[in-house]
């Protein structure tokens, strides 16, 4: 049996692990929720991406190839930006316990997801990419990773970076968000295979609406509103694409779901914490109970998977030379 090649996106299982336990945290400051909740779920992320780190960090020692194609792969390469969004979000976790080690992670964090960002982001304006390669996925770098960095920079009281790195992310999230609309509304109708990084496209206003309460104070404005609004939009879109999506089976890449359906649930909590009353104060206990609810059943089907045998692809060698076993649940 050979070793163990993790994909990187399955990283996505601690952004979905990290934004629960930040939803929980907020519902134990608003509704009185039991705060031990969101701290195992803290922890249970934190281990999870300490595991991962490892074993990643392992395929590039014994399977490099396997790693650089991925890293040069149109829509594998996307998540490799999601090692320093995860690790951003242990930092948040962590802070709480030692400032210090949180710090360094968030530096670490920070300076890989801008770094990455801006490396990939420069591949795609050379140009020569296949429209039916655009998914959702091109969130990760650019929109994702940064709001993550304005959010986790306030939460470092860093809160003039942090909207700079909100502005950033804003404006690469409208861009992007054209070129992907453009692709599904006029391109061959996405495989199978990609269907579920639909998930993604959840993210962006909600992670950003959140990112945008951490960066301003008083009472929400209209525009965390307006973020909120257009999230939910998105939301009740993936609920009508479901069956569609669900045309490929269970795999690992449906955690692309949870970020944004755990940033939905907080950006309310937020917005209901800094005073925010009625329809708000209406929908955030139904979207916090949804939230729990998308993350448990697909938490439960990758506990199934890995009892299976079926959840990590695994490093074979033939006359020598490392191959890795196809994972059939990355995209092609």
């Known amino acids: 049996m050979g070793a163990i090649a993790v994909p990187a996106s399955y990283f996505g299982i601690v952004l979905g692990l990290a934004g629960l336990g930040g939803a929980w945290r907020h519902a134990a400051h608003v509704w009185g929720m039991p ?4 701290e195992i779920l803290m922890l249970l992320a934190a281990v999870t991406w300490l595991l991962l780190l490892a074993l990643y960090a392992a395929k590039w020692m014994h399977a490099r190839a396997d790693a650089l194609q991925e890293l040069g792969h149109p829509v594998q390469c996307c998540f490799v930006g999601l090692i320093g969004v995860s690790t951003m979000l242990v930092a948040t976790a962590a802070l709480a316990y030692s400032r210090l080690a949180a710090q360094i992670l968030f530096i670490l964090g920070a300076a890989f997801t801008i770094a990455f960002a801006v490396w990939r982001t420069g591949i795609l304006w050379q140009g020569g990419r296949d429209p039916a390669t655009t998914t959702p996925v091109l969130y990760l770098p650019a929109v994702a990773g940064i709001f993550v960095t304005a959010t986790a920079a306030a939460a470092f009281g860093h809160g003039d970076w942090g909207r700079l790195a909100f502005g950033a992310g804003l404006f690469s999230w409208l861009s992007i968000e054209s070129v992907l609309l453009h692709r599904l509304y006029t391109v061959a109708s996405m495989p199978a295979a990609l269907r579920p990084t639909l998930g993604i ?6 992670v950003g609406a959140v990112a945008y309460l951490s960066v301003t104070p008083g009472a929400p404005d209209p525009f965390a509103y307006a973020m909120l609004g257009y999230g939910l939009l998105q939301a009740v879109l993936m609920l009508r694409l479901l069956p569609w999506i ?7 890449s449906y955690w692309a779901f949870t970020f944004g359906a755990t940033a939905l649930a907080t950006a309310p909590l937020a917005m209901v914490e800094r005073g925010a009353t009625g329809a708000v104060g209406t929908i955030a206990p139904y979207l916090f109970v949804a939230a729990n609810i998308v993350v448990g059943l697909i938490a439960i089907a990758t506990v199934r998977l890995m009892f299976q045998g ?6 074979h060698t033939q006359q020598g030379t490392p191959m890795i076993q196809p994972d059939p649940s990355s995209p092609p």
């Open 310 to 315: 079926r959840l990590l692809p695994r490093i």
């Open 35 to 38: 705060g031990v909740v969101g």
């Open 246 to 252: 669900r045309q490929q089976p269970f795999a690992p």
């Open 201 to 206: 496209q959840l993210a962006p206003p909600v």
